[in-house]
């Protein structure tokens, strides 16, 4: 459990890094951060 938690956590901080750099779009990063929220069954994001 809370490897799940400490990888989701890393996934997500590094998504939102591409996203400052400008690396990848807001609508790139929608995408991609409900596949990673579905991958580990996180329901709600409260840092959004």
Excluded: Q, T
Aim: net charge negative; glycine share 0%; hydrophobic share 45%.
């Amino acid at each position: 459990m809370k490897k799940d938690i400490l990888n989701y956590s890393i996934h997500v901080a590094m998504l939102r890094h591409l996203l400052i750099e400008n690396l990848i779009s807001e609508e790139e990063y929608s995408k991609l951060k409900i596949v990673i929220m579905s991958e580990y069954n996180v329901i709600s994001d409260i840092n959004s």
